[in-house]
């Protein structure tokens, strides 16, 4: 889910041959493990408002750090996502780690991330990007940082 500035809902347009993203069995499942779970959507800065603890898991996406001057992903939201949120998150993710909360982090694989996440363990994982103007320029690479796990 992404906005624009003016915070309205902003997905690019597509148009795909074989559509196979409703798999009913899988949702099925999903939706009986997350039954029983509380699950929260807010802004990463209002986490140290409620009671988490080492029993708790928290998973981050946030916008990428760009891997080059052209790619732009800090536009995902009205307020904007520049280098001082990713600071500030980074912040935040040893604050939890340091608690024993079970974490979960995506980002680019960028010299940045691995500076802001100094310590923690990781993996770099191949992923499809479906956007590119250039078909074989499609594939990219993702780190998952990880700690109390």
């Given amino acids: 889910y992404r906005v624009n500035k003016q915070g309205h809902f902003n997905v690019p347009y597509a148009r795909y041959k074989n559509l196979n ?5 899988r949702f099925k499942k999903a939706a009986r493990v997350l039954k029983s779970r509380s699950i929260k959507c807010m802004t990463f ?3 140290k408002d409620l009671k988490i603890t080492s029993d708790d898991f928290i998973f981050f996406d946030p916008p990428y750090i760009p891997l080059d001057g052209y790619a732009d992903f800090k536009r995902y939201t ?6 001082d949120s990713q600071e500030r998150l980074s912040e935040l993710f040893r604050y939890f780690a340091a608690k024993g909360t079970k974490l979960i982090l995506t980002n680019s694989n960028a010299e940045a991330v691995f500076k802001l996440y100094k310590g923690f363990d990781y993996s770099i994982v191949k992923s499809k990007r479906n956007i590119n103007s250039h078909g074989n320029k499609r594939t990219g690479k993702d780190v998952i940082i990880y700690a109390n796990l």
């Fill in 21 to 25: 993203f409703i798999q009913e069995e």
């Fill in 45 to 47: 800065e209002k986490l």
């Fill in 78 to 83: 009205k307020e904007q996502f520049h280098y």
